[in-house]
């Protein structure tokens, strides 16, 4: 015995006399509307008058049609709950199970001719066939059996082919109309629902409904007030002519009483556009030009007041709308407005979000700004500060060094003529009195000779010394009042290096710090002078810093690493014929860390220990030589090998770029 029979024949203690009062038809056409689920019914019983059963996959009835008691003498209510094969004749009983077994596996059955017993006792030919319902998920639900009854075998060919004709057309139009709803509950409204493009839903409804309908034409009109005349815009059509065009407007006033029609949203049916009475002669003549014959209108009310209009058309004679064609075309309309409604409020979403967006873009590049300024302003102050001091101090050093120095030169001609003439004395008066030999002797007049000029000679050197220093402090400090001008970029770096030679020197257990200069034939350039003095003294002082967090690393023999700082300089052009010149500051410190030299140059990012930086140095850097000279700054580092600051500065004009600095390598 089969599965299936098994599982049938279990439930024969059920009393197979049970009525049930109702037919839960929800349970057969899930998710349908009510009147459209009575409509569907009612359109069965009218094309079909002979057999329909609905059997569970167990086998058990749950409908039958009213025939059942004209065919068979069989209350429907007197089937319901039981087992679908307990009337059949014993020597037919298998090949019906296994018919409906296969029915449940393949999704497909087979004619068959069996007998079934008369609820007087007498039995009865019937053919029938069956088909399997699925639900949502694809899953074989119930198996529906349409049968005719063939008893009288004496009926004539004719009418038996006839007979068979008409079983054939129920079955089409039992499965043409669960198609249907099998869509609308389905696949259309699953795919439109699920959309939140409006391009994409108003595309998938008309082709959806050109396929359904098997029509010419589906079109979707919005209704646009705005426009001058008020018209109908063609959003999306389908059509199942290659040829036929949709026209793109239609002008309220060329259809003034169907546009009336559709603005009080009314469902408008057009068999025949030439005899139906509803139409004015404008829109006739309009609808004839453009090729239709027959039409079904239904508007669309959107939650924002905006009108569509769902059009089916047709180009072919008339075309009978019927009543589950109206519903339907009508459930799409409703279920095309939520979804309508739903993407309009996620395109109001995203106007929404992408305003805010925007707006906190604004924000950020605002918050940006304001800290880039506050950096400038910080720095700015603090150089103005920095500069003012130094060129005070300057200028009050250059006052009594320039009165030393100038008077040296005196002093040392003053100091020579004394002992020219001290000499002159010696040779004409070789015996001097005793308490002028004890006076010469003490004071050890030879030794005074030979080292006093030798004091004033090292006093000259120094006082230049001061003089060089003070220089340098002048030409750091100087301030950029006046514009871009000529610059010496050699006079810049000696300037900044002579201020930070102190740092150079050794201390502690860190020997000084090697510095070499490469200097190259470079030109002057056109720039703020006191600002590049500005970025050279950043850089190199944290050079200087790199190295000395080296101080606890060792040579192999134990000795400590020396630093070095090189700084080169040279000229480069480009294949337009540009000029920049090239400033590197190299050291060969730990190196820098490749997730941090994407933040180098950010304001206030430093890695440096609260209260030891402020993380303006290398950004305001940045900003002098990109934005205020229209160069490059880069750095290059790798762990272990030390870091390479290049700086790029253009020549301009180019008047400047004949004119060359002296190199001064050392």
Known sequence: ???????????????????????????????????????????????????????????????????????????????????????????????????????????????????????????????????????????????????NDISDRKIDQSERQRAERELERSRQSYKELVRREEMLNRRLTSQIRNSLDLHTILATAVNEVQDLLLIDLCNFFWYISETDPPEFQLVHFATSKNLLAA???????????????????????????????????????????????????????TRSQKLGVIVAAHCQGSRPWSADEVELLQAVANQLAIAIDQAELFDSAQASAAAANAQAMQLA??????????????????????????????????????????????????????????????????????????????????????????????????????????????????????????????????????????????????????????????????????????????????AIEAINEQLTDQLPDGNPINGEITVTTEIQSSSTGAETVIISIADNGHGIPEQILGQLFDPFFTTKPVGKGTGLGLSISYQIVVEKHQGKLECLSKIGEGTEFRIEIPISPPEYSALRSNPNPE
Request: hydrophobic share 40%; glycine share 6%; proline share 4%.
């Open 365 to 542: 590049q605002a918050m940006a700004d304001l800290q880039k300024t506050q950096s400038q302003l910080i720095q700015t102050e603090k150089m103005s500060s920095l500069g003012q001091l130094v060129a005070g101090v300057a200028h009050e050093i250059n006052n009594p060094v320039n009165f030393i120095y100038g008077n040296i030169n005196h002093a040392s001609r003053f100091v020579q003529n004394l002992l020219e003439a001290i000499a002159i004395y010696q040779k004409n008066y070789p015996q001097p009195l005793p308490e002028i030999a004890k006076f010469l002797d003490e004071i050890d007049l030879d030794f005074l000779k030979q080292d006093l000029p030798k004091m004033l000679a090292s006093m000259k050197i120094g006082a230049e010394r001061i003089r060089q220093i003070v220089l340098s402090l002048r030409n750091f400090s100087r301030t950029d009042q006046e514009g871009r001008k000529p610059f010496n970029i050699h006079e810049g770096l000696d300037s900044t290096l002579l201020i930070l030679q102190n740092r150079l020197k050794a201390f502690g257990d860190r020997p000084a710090i090697t510095l070499t200069k490469r200097y190259g034939n470079i030109p002057l350039v056109n720039a703020y002078a006191g600002q590049l003095n500005q970025v050279f003294m950043n850089i190199i002082s944290n």
């Open 1 to 147: 015995m089969t599965d299936l029979s098994k599982n049938l024949v279990d439930r024969d203690s059920i009393n197979e006399t049970e009525e049930a009062d109702t037919f839960d038809r929800s349970n057969l056409f899930s998710g349908m509307p009510v009147l459209q689920r009575d409509r569907l019914f009612g359109a069965i019983m009218e094309n079909v008058a002979d057999l329909i059963a609905v059997v569970d996959a167990n086998g058990y009835r749950i409908y039958n049609s009213p025939s059942y008691q004209k065919v068979l003498g069989y209350l429907p209510t007197e089937l319901v709950g039981t087992w679908a094969y307990d009337k059949i004749h014993p020597n037919d009983q298998a090949q019906v199970l296994a018919a409906a077994e296969e029915t449940l596996k393949t999704g497909f059955g087979k004619d068959l001719e069996y007998r079934m017993r008369h609820k007087d006792g007498s039995w009865r030919v019937l053919q029938s066939a069956g088909y399997v319902m699925r639900d949502e998920q694809g899953n074989v639900q119930n198996i529906v059996i349409i049968a």
């Open 247 to 301: 026209e793109p407007t239609y002008p309220l006033s060329q259809l003034p009483q169907l546009g009336k029609r559709l603005l009080n949203q009314e469902i408008l049916q057009i068999q025949t556009i030439f005899t139906n009475t509803g139409l004015d002669e404008a829109s006739q003549d309009l609808l004839s030009e453009k090729g239709f014959t027959s039409q079904l209108l239904v508007p669309i009310k």
